[in-house]
């Protein structure tokens, strides 16, 4: 009868039951919790934040967190606003993340998820402004980025080229990004290449999460890289 239940669970519902712990890699904040625990998270740059929905969890799961959130299209950062403004930990700026600062014109898509600094055909443009995490950081003397997050349609490597002094410093602990096991020149980042910008600069694998599968294929996933030294990391605010 138990047996059965949990079938109706997983076929009709998509929940599973796990007798005691949760398999590694199906909860990446569980999994953060024995790696370094989760208020050790001071300081997370969530980067194409959109409305907030990665926000919102990261105030709930990093309770002692400044999170700075990055949206840079107009309609979508006025509801990014909106739906985080009764979060006190959470601070919204209309702002893309790139190589360096400067202005430049980002497709809009339908589907406000998908608006990328990628050349691609939009059904229109829009012009915003584009910072580094070096400069953002430096700006607000931000000394150690706890948990980075970068979702940018495959803009994911200019982010990190922004990012190569606080990269090289070892002043990230956790990237979480967006990639696809598929070869250069996808829709998103290749896994391949996004391990071996990051291995020599001292980061390693620590798991794969959020796997995204169509047509009995897998399409995209979010790996998570962290600090070798991740265990003796020092913060800032």
Known sequence: MKSLIQRLLKNRLGLRIYRGSVPFGT???????????????????DVGANIGQSALRYAEHFPEA????FEPVEATFGKLVRNTKEV????AHKLAMGAESGRALISLQPNSQHNSL???????????????????????????????KIDTEGFEFEVLRGAQGMLSGHRIRIL?????????????ANMGDLADYLSPLGY?????????C?????LYFNPVFVIENIAHGSHGA
Do not use: W
């Open 88 to 91: 006190s930990n959470i601070r």
């Open 204 to 212: 390693r694998l620590f798991g794969i999460f959020d796997q995204y």
């Open 66 to 69: 400044s999170i700075h959130s």
């Open 27 to 45: 909860d990446l904040f569980a999994d953060l919790e024995k790696l370094a625990g989760l208020r050790s998270i001071k300081t997370v740059l």
């Open 118 to 148: 990628l050349p691609k055909d939009a059904d229109s443009l829009e012009e915003i402004e584009v910072t580094s995490i070096d400069e953002f950081c430096g700006k607000l003397g931000i000394k150690m980025v706890d948990f980075l």
């Open 176 to 188: 979480q990004l967006e990639a696809e096991p598929g070869r250069t020149g996808g829709h998103f």
């Open 214 to 218: 169509e047509r009995g294929g897998l």
